[in-house]
């Protein structure tokens, strides 16, 4: 919770949200309708992106809007409401975080390195096999992590997002494994590899001039 009343919270989030999602809506229809745009290699990770930012945008903002609109209770009160709204709270944003670095490593391949995707085989071992693989990891771990994992979690149905603090996140080697890999590593590859790719492209614009 925090000091802006929440009428005002809710309010916020609605007229945020609704064009937020028509909006990926839209963005998502473009990509997907124009076969172009739709087999352009630097698009899929973005059409993944959009998805799990609908994820996000359809689950854990009208659960949060929901529990204001209940008084600040979470209703249905049960842990599955809790175990859903985390899967969109941690795993598709934390799933969108690792696929933002890896499309901001394959950027350096499609800039200057294309020649690998020449070939479908180039294709599939440096574009669909590494954002395949990114996939079902992310799958199977938050799956396992909220929903499998043999520990109790504590569901607060007074608090946003059930207290947002799933077991999983007390296990000594998931808790720093979720912490690391699928929060820092990924975050500062977004931004060293970010800069990176700018710095390398004006000095490519420097040679050519």
């Known amino acids: 919770e925090i000091s802006l009343p929440r009428p005002i919270r809710f309010w916020i989030l609605l007229l945020l949200d609704a064009p937020s999602i028509a909006c ?6 473009h990509l997907l309708h124009d076969r172009t745009q739709r087999r352009a ?22 659960l949060y809007m929901a529990f204001i609109n209940n008084g ?3 209703k249905p009160a049960v842990p599955v409401t809790c175990q859903l709204w985390w899967l969109a709270c941690f795993g598709m944003y934390n799933g969108g975080t690792i696929l933002m670095a890896w499309a901001a490593l394959e950027r350096h391949i499609l800039v200057f390195k294309f020649q690998w995707t020449a070939t479908r085989r180039g294709r599939f071992v440096v ?3 590494p954002i395949a693989s990114l996939l079902v990891y992310i799958v199977i771990f938050y799956v396992y992590a909220i929903f499998f994992l043999p520990c109790e979690s504590t569901y607060e149905y007074t608090l946003p997002i059930c207290n947002a603090y799933p077991c999983y996140q007390e296990d000594e080697f998931l ?7 699928n929060n820092i590593v990924p975050s500062l590859l977004v931004a060293f590899a970010s800069i990176a790719l700018l710095i390398r492209v004006i000095q490519q614009k420097r040679r050519l001039t």
């Open 24 to 29: 990926a809506l839209v963005v998502l229809h």
């Open 175 to 181: 808790g720093m494994w979720e912490f690391i890999v």
């Open 127 to 129: 574009h669909y096999f």
């Open 41 to 62: 290699l630097h698009n899929h990770v973005i059409i993944i992106l959009l998805a799990l930012g609908l994820g996000t945008q359809l689950i854990d903002v009208p």
């Open 72 to 74: 600040g209770y979470v």
